[in-house]
C-alpha cells in the first residue's frame, strides 16, 4: 500500500526531505525527528528523541520562523495529489485540535463549547475509490474560532470569513486534478451550502454531500420549486439493500434494510449572495440526489436516514449504489482522526506556543497518514508478510510476548491482532476490528519492551566492548 516501508528513515526522507524550510539543516533536522516519531508516535517528545540535545534540537526547529504548517506539510500535499491515473474520493471534514483549557497558550481559539482551547483542522483524505487504499492528504486548513459580531445579519455575516468557507478552501487548495485522473470530494452535512458546490465546479472536481436543511426549496425537473425534503419523499422506489451494524452502546447489533430512492433536480442561486457569489453568477447548480432510508427499524431506534448530493448521474439502482458506497467511506476520515489524537497524542504535547503547535500538527498529520496505511493494511492485506512493513525486532518480541512458534512467519493482519490482544482485545468473532485505543494500549506495552531489549542489548556491547 501506498508510501508504508518499514525503514522509518526512508520514509522521513520521502515525506519530508524535500521541504522549504528556509535552511537546509532545518529540513535534515525534520526528517529526524519525523522519523523518531515514526518509531513511537504516541510517546511524548523526551520520550522520542535520542537525549537532551536531540530534544532541545527538535524545540528550535519547532521554533524557527520558516517552520510552519503549510512549510511542514506540503510536500506531502503535493505528493499524494499527483496521481497519474485513476478516481479517487478526497474524504473532508473538520476536528477540534483541543489542548485544554489550563494550559496558558496565547492566541489559540475557543473549542467544543467554549471550555478548551485550541484551532479546527480541516483536512482532505484522499483514499483509492474502488479499493480504498489511503494515499494521503490533499490539502489542510486550520480555522481559529472567533465570537460573532453581537447583532450581526445574515447580509454583515456573508461580508466576513466565516467558518463554512473551510470546505471551500479544502476544495480549492486540492485543485483540479490531471489528465485521466477524478477528484471527487465526499463531505459531511456540514458542506451543505451552495458556496461549496460552485467551488468544486470551478475546480472540475465531482461531489458526494449529505444534506442537511431538508427545508431547502429546489428546482424539480418540472421547474416547480420545492423544498427538498417533499420532493424525495415523492420519488419512487428504486431499490433495497442490507446494511449490517456493528454493536453500539445500548444498541446491540443489527441488519438495517434500506430503501433507495434518487432524482434530479437543481439547486438555485441564494437570495443573500456573498461576494464571492456574486463574482462568479452562476445560475442554478444541476444535481443528483439519492434518498436512503431504513424501513421498519426497531422500536426506540432512530433509523438510518440520508440525502446525498452528487455531481454525478444517476440514471438507475447501480449509479446510486455507487453514491452510497462512496458516501459509506467517509469513515476513513473518522479512523484518520482517532489515528492523529489517539495514536499520534496531538492534542497531548507540551509547546507553548501556537507558532510551534502548528507545524508540530502538520509533522502529526503525515504521521497519522502512515498509521492509517498500516491499519487498513491489516485489513485491505491481511495476508501480506509483516517484515515488509514492520521492524523485525517488534515481530520478534510480539512472538515472544504471545508464546507463538518462535519460527511463525507472522502477516500482517496476525501482527495488528496481536498487538490489539495486548492491548485487551479479545478477538472473539463477533467483536469486529479492533479499535484505536485497544490497538495502542497494546502497541505501548510492545514498545515499552523493544526498547527493554534494546537497552540491553547495548548493554551487553558496552561490556564486551570494556572486557
Request: hydrophobic share 40%; aromatic share 8%.
Amino acid at each position: 500500500m501506498g508510501n508504508v516501508t518499514v525503514d522509518l528513515t526512508a520514509w522521513a526522507e520521502e515525506q519530508f526531505g524535500k521541504c522549504d524550510l528556509g535552511d537546509k539543516r532545518r529540513t535534515e533536522r525534520l526528517c529526524r525527528v519525523a522519523a523518531a516519531v515514526a518509531a513511537d508516535p504516541s510517546g511524548s517528545f523526551p520520550q522520542q528523541m535520542d537525549g537532551w540535545g536531540d530534544l532541545k534540537a527538535a524545540y528550535r526547529l519547532f521554533d524557527s520562523d520558516g517552520v510552519t504548517f503549510a512549510a511542514v506539510a506540503r510536500r506531502h500535499w503535493e505528493q499524494t495529489r499527483a496521481r497519474e491515473k485513476g478516481r479517487y474520493l478526497i474524504l473532508s471534514d473538520t476536528t477540534e485540535i483541543d489542548f485544554g483549557i489550563g494550559r496558558e497558550i496565547p492566541k489559540l481559539g475557543p473549542t467544543g463549547n467554549g471550555g478548551g482551547y485550541g484551532f479546527l483542522l480541516h483536512s482532505g483524505l484522499m483514499v483509492a475509490a474502488e479499493s480504498e487504499e489511503i494515499i494521503g492528504l490533499t490539502a489542510q486548513v486550520l480555522h481559529y474560532r472567533k465570537p460573532a459580531p453581537h447583532g450581526e445579519n445574515t447580509t454583515q455575516r456573508l461580508q466576513r470569513k466565516r467558518e463554512s468557507e473551510i470546505w471551500g478552501e479544502v476544495i480549492d487548495q486540492t485543485g483540479r486534478p490531471r489528465e485521466g485522473v477524478e477528484f471527487m470530494h465526499v463531505m459531511d452535512r456540514g458542506a451543505d451550502n451552495f458556496e461549496v458546490f460552485c467551488h468544486a465546479r470551478e475546480r472540475r472536481v465531482g461531489w458526494v454531500v449529505r444534506a442537511t436543511q431538508m427545508g431547502r426549496r429546489v428546482l424539480a425537473p418540472s421547474g416547480e420549486k420545492i423544498a427538498l425534503g417533499g420532493y424525495v419523499k415523492a420519488l419512487p422506489l428504486a431499490g433495497t439493500y442490507e446494511l449490517h451494524l456493528r454493536a453500539r452502546p445500548k444498541q446491540p447489533a443489527r441488519t438495517a434494510k434500506l430503501e433507495v430512492r434518487f432524482g434530479a433536480l437543481a439547486m438555485p442561486e441564494p437570495t443573500q449572495k456573498s461576494p464571492y457569489v456574486k463574482r462568479l453568477k452562476p445560475g442554478a447548480i444541476p444535481i443528483w440526489v439519492v434518498w436512503v432510508r431504513e424501513a421498519d427499524a426497531p422500536h426506540g431506534v432512530e433509523p438510518i436516514e440520508w440525502v446525498l448530493y452528487t455531481s454525478l448521474p444517476v440514471e438507475s439502482f447501480d449509479d446510486a449504489w455507487c453514491v452510497i458506497a462512496y458516501y459509506e467511506k467517509r469513515w476513513l476520515i473518522e479512523e484518520w482522526h482517532k489515528a492523529l489524537k489517539t495514536g499520534c497524542r496531538v492534542a497531548h504535547r507540551q509547546l507553548k506556543e501556537k507558532e510551534r503547535l502548528e507545524p508540530m500538527t502538520a509533522l502529526m498529520s503525515v504521521e497519522a497518514v502512515r498509521l492509517l496505511q498500516l491499519k487498513s493494511m491489516a485489513r485491505l492485506e491481511p495476508a501480506r508478510r509483516a517484515e515488509e512493513v514492520v521492524p523485525l525486532l517488534w515481530i520478534q518480541m510480539l512472538i515472544v510476548v504471545r508464546r507463538l512458534p518462535r519460527d511463525k512467519r507472522m502477516t500482517v493482519g496476525e501482527f495488528y491482532r496481536g498487538v490489539a490482544k495486548l492491548g485487551g482485545f479479545i478477538g472473539r468473532k463477533s467483536d469486529g476490528e479492533p479499535g484505536w485505543m485497544t490497538i495502542w494500549r497494546g502497541w505501548e506495552q510492545l514498545n515499552t519492551l523493544v526498547r527493554g531489549a534494546e537497552l540491553a542489548d547495548q548493554l551487553n556491547k558496552t561490556r564486551r566492548n570494556c572486557g
